[in-house]
């Protein structure tokens, strides 16, 4: 039998692809219409976000400790998260857990290193940008990574929240996010990280200048081969 699936969500853009993508690519596995069972979890983005513009990670583990919590009464085997930010608050509460975590930068991280990638720019919020979230794991995996400029990130981040979170895209903000990109590259990267569960929804491999890891679908796709046990 295939592993049960937690998602611990936080926004909800992000968790829909993470969840779609583990529907839609499970049939791959397992056969027309098929794929594992999930269950999710949420407090609202609102209460998240009151703790992170503090910013307090403590009480941002204290919320995804109790979505863990709700999740293994649930059923679920194993647990994931489809948003990055939120991340930082897991050392916290890791040895708390209920159930085994996949983390969103391992999954990254490992397909840097299966595609040969040696220098990884980040995007994301301007918190996870900012945090040691992805240079552990990529430091980890023998990677070394660049971060935007001071006013990029802040740009990035307006872009996040103004606008992707709510499932708003723009040719304006395509195109900001592309200049960021292409900055990241002329500085030495070889691929970047979309490291917000959102920005998938506006750049990919077709319209950015550098090869994209997309930590959503990586997430979900990790989360797939564990359920399934390849």
């Not at 027309?32 to 992170?52: A, D, F, K, Q, R």
């Not at 990638?117 to 940008?129: D, E, H, M, N, V």
Request: proline share 5%; aromatic share 6%; net charge negative.
């Amino acid at each position: 039998m295939p592993q049960h699936i937690g998602i611990l969500a936080c926004s909800a853009e992000g968790a829909a692809l993470c969840y779609r993508t583990i529907c839609a690519e499970g049939a791959q596995f397992m056969g027309v219409y098929n794929h594992p069972e999930v269950s999710m979890h949420t407090y609202s983005l609102g209460e998240y976000m009151e703790y992170i513009e503090r910013p307090d990670w403590t009480e941002v583990g204290n919320l995804m400790l109790s979505s863990a919590h709700k999740l293994a009464n649930a059923g679920a085997d194993f647990l994931i998260c489809p948003d990055n930010t939120i991340h930082q608050a897991l050392p916290y509460l890791e040895h708390e857990m209920p159930l085994p975590w996949l983390h969103i930068a391992d999954a990254v991280a490992d397909e840097a290193n299966r595609r040969g990638f040696k220098r990884i720019g980040i995007t994301g919020t301007q918190w996870l940008i900012e945090s040691e979230v992805y240079p552990e794991r990529l430091s980890a995996r023998g990677l070394a990574f660049l971060r935007p400029t001071s006013d990029e990130r802040r740009e990035i981040n307006r872009i996040i929240f103004e606008e992707l979170i709510h499932g708003i895209l723009t040719i304006e903000s395509l195109g900001r996010f592309q200049v960021v990109i292409q900055n990241l590259k002329d500085a030495g990267a070889d691929a970047v990280v979309l490291g917000c569960t959102e920005i998938p929804l506006l750049i990919n491999d077709s319209n950015s200048p550098l090869p994209t890891l997309d930590s959503t679908r990586l997430l979900a796709r990790a989360a797939l081969r564990r359920a399934i046990g390849i």
